[in-house]
């Protein structure tokens, strides 16, 4: 069983910056790869960040060059650095980890962007 627990969201203005964290129960090692979703009420969850094993990273267009993903194998940790933040960047943020067998889910965090 892998548990999933993410940590850091919050209130913040436009403009601001947050990190989002997702510890694992489990190494890092384990996954294929980790990543980091979004979803809003009445909308598909959306991926925002992703990156592999091996360190190559990923991200949509929309949050390219404001979101940056990393990860620190040696804390089981995953993290989400957001910047220049927008009011559509309003969200519940996931952590997720891919292996061969499967996704993992964590219970997510609110993230609100407003004045």
């Known amino acids: 069983q892998v548990q999933l627990v993410e940590s850091g969201g919050g209130l913040v203005q436009p403009g601001g910056s947050l990190r989002l964290s997702c510890a694992a129960s489990r190494s890092l090692v384990d996954f294929d790869a980790m990543a980091w979703y979004r979803q809003v009420p009445g909308k598909e969850r959306e991926l925002v960040a992703h990156i592999t094993d091996y360190g190559y990273t990923n991200y949509p267009d929309s949050v390219q060059g404001r979101f940056t993903i990393s990860r620190d194998n040696a804390k089981n940790t995953v993290y989400l650095q957001m910047n220049s933040l927008k009011p559509e960047d309003t969200a519940v943020y996931y952590c997720?980890?891919?292996?061969?067998?499967?996704?993992?889910w964590g219970q997510g965090t609110q993230v609100t962007v407003s004045s």
């Open positions: 997720n980890a891919e292996t061969r067998f499967g996704h993992y």
